[in-house]
């Protein structure tokens, strides 16, 4: 069983319980259609308590796969249309950065205090540093945050 199917069997009972009162209380307190207000308060915080747990397997992982070159952002709007397919699809999502800047170039924008202005993923002048950042990339998508999902220990 992998980690999040853990973290999820763990509260089967009580999450099966949350749903079946949801599911009474929301078919004895019809919304209009397209006018769903408390419904959609509801769904989202059913959402967010999975986005919570898979973001924070995912956290883990990442920490015990890059130690402390992994680190927490606070949220951006790095990839605005991202956030759709999760709400779309109403699945929980975890958006990550793989940091690609040269290092040189990143230490000296830190030091004048200029890092707003180095380009970022959506600007012409973004030129990632190809290598580590590709292998980097790869690892924390296909070995590091699929083995949250696969249920296997990420390789190195």
Known sequence: MNALAQALAGRSDTLLAERESIYKDLHQRPELSMQEVRTAKIAAGCIETLQTIVSRQVAGAFTSQFGDKACETAPASASEDFSAFGRTW??????????????????????????????????????????????????????????????????A
């Not at 109403?90 to 030091?111: E, H, M, S």
């Not at 790869?138 to 590091?144: G, K, P, R």
Request: aromatic share 8%; with cysteine; glycine share 6%.
């Open 90 to 155: 109403q699945a929980p999502c975890v958006f990550w950065f793989v940091g690609g800047t040269d290092p040189d170039a990143y230490a000296q924008a830190k030091a004048a205090k200029l890092l707003n202005k180095t380009p970022s993923n959506h600007s012409p002048k973004c030129a990632p540093v190809i290598h580590p950042t590709l292998e980097t990339g790869l690892q924390a998508m296909l070995m590091t945050a699929a083995s949250v999902w696969l249920g296997r220990s990420p390789q």
